[in-house]
């Protein structure tokens, strides 16, 4: 009897599923038969371009961004698709971005994870539709342009800072979640070229494989190996409330300068004590909506917002202590934070 | 015994290669500048900030422990950690929302919840212990994300009492001796001030789990349960029930601390808080003498276990050793501290083996 009933359960749950698959499929087989009815008004009102954003994590930076597609999804009058790989992993980036080829979208923004080793993929999905870059950039790709930070101009404002705030001839160490990331080594890359005429210099470079516990423990760790170091420099959005935690905890708060990236709550907050001189941070909201502008207006075979050399640089914006409190009212108001 | 004294010896061992390692650092370098020698490693600053840290993943560790010794797994600890660190922040909305003290019995609870739904699923619908737990570490993590909506979480600047659970020590407790101004603290201050808060807490949930597992006879059934689970059964004991409390204790303790990191970090990311703390737990927990096979370990063996691996990764840091090399000397160490072992447990059981076939002559 019992058998039976698990027998019975088991091949309702498959018949079930298959019912399930079916009508999901058969939703998306009805979509193209539609528009011959509805042909004889304007294409453009009764089916809007579908574009879609790919973000390569979960985090604050891309709440932004996503802020910044439904702006434009309302300028612009299309639809956008946003999805966040949620174990942020290159597997999933490629099961996402097939998806949405399967789904027929007409354009796709996405910030590759690992851009050297995904070329093929995303080279697979510019054959098939619209795809442009942002974020992090994938310059051996077939993609149509690139929208984003350019890393090593957002390193030299950190360089800039950093002279700012400590005199000539200063140790730094720098913390990152991996320098495997392209953008962490176009930010060192950018940090060194700027400091090298002051004497300033990098002592040290600690990762924490993006372990928050574990950035704070590096930063104490280092104010133990390094007693004179002047400037702790965060490359990663969570790497400055992790210095500033950890130098707290070491009791050397207003001794050692910290000069982060980004624009995490306690980063700002940080700011505005003055415990962190400043931040360097990139415009996710613009990246989101530039990036669906450009999708749209290729779509519509427009070309010509892509310039030569197919990268849009969104210029960085260091926020010290002087211009802390308009930018973060700003970003609350993006966020619909109170 | 053997094992934690082996394990007090292997800890010895690396202090004494890292000071060397600095003298000859030091011997090389500094000597000719004229520099005074003097260790970073075996420095105050560096056990204050070192004991936390071993409290904390501890924590943990002993809770994985109790599992272990059931032959089990919980492979979803680090996604509970962050559920439930991740439901604190939100219910208590940087001292917005709920109370603190009804909020974090509640998330306790949730936790114990967890472990009741582990356990239930394990012990009375007979699935393996890895999948139940393996599933549990996808889905929990993404509970948290839902939760949260993907946004970084945090206590902010509220709850500054609470936090001391996580980042105080016992100096905190005696404001007179606090060093004021530019005199230096004096050396009871020092010593009080490496008493960090969550160690406190972890060795008084080590002494709570070594009564339950070494002394009462419930523990001795849980050794048994984890040895033989059938003979076990045959002799009278409750396994399915001994083995739902076992997963409800580890989940529940998972869940403090949880909360604890919460305190100490106080940026709580969903996507990747507490990720791979599991795994440092097994870690731990199989150094200090637990066999994922069950059965075997104890609490102090444990506990020496997750420090050294926390004493390794502070050296990795202390020692200048490049970051991208650290995971081969954490699981170089691992790998060579249980081969030893099992090295010596061979040994001493074909010597005893001689001894009872000489008697036997």
Redesign the interface.
Known sequence: MCRNFTKLFSITTVIASLFFLTSCGGQQQTSPTTPPSTQQKSPTSTQKIKVAFITN????F??IAEAGTKKAAQDFGVDVIFR?P?A?TAEQQQQILQDLITLGVAGIAISPKDPENQTEMLNEAAKKTNLITQDSDAPNSLRKCYIGTNNFDAGVEAGKLIQACTPPGSKIIVCVGT?DAQNARDRLDGLKKQIESTGHQII????DE?????A???V??????YPDVACFVGLWS?NG??IL?GVR??GKLGQVKIVCFDE???TL?GVKDGHIYGTVVQRPFEFGYQSVKVLKELAEGNTTSIPENKQIFIPTLSVTRENVDTFWSELKQILGKS | MRKTLGLIGLIIVLCILAYSWEWLHWYQHGRALGLPFSS?FL?L??FK?LLP?IG?FGILALAQSVVIITGGIDLSLGSVVCLISVIACILINKGEGWSPFLVFPLAICISALIGVWHGVLISYFNIQPFVVTLCGLFAYR?FA?FFAK???Q?F??ALSNWKWLG?GSLLDWFPSLQPTGGSPPSTIALLLDLVAAPLVIMIIFAIIVGIFLHLSPMGRHLFALGANEESARFSGIQTNRLKLMAYVICSLIAGIGGIL?AF????V?????G??YELYAVAGAVLGGCSLRGGTGNVPGVILGIALIMVL??LV??L?IR??LEYVVIGGAILAGVCADEFFLRRSQKRRALEAQRETK
């Open positions: 994590n979960a985090s604050d891309w709440k966040i949620s942020g320098l040290d470079v600690r990762t993006t372990d928050r516990a574990k704070i423990a590096n104490q760790d280092a104010l133990v190996r969570y409330p992790a935690n905890d070491s995490e709550d306690e907050q | 970073n420095s600053t560096n900030n840290w904390l993404s994300r993907d946004t970084t945090g902010g600047n980042k990191f100490k970090v106080n940026s990311q969903p996507s990747d808080f990720s791979f990764r502070n840091n202390i200048g970051s991208e």
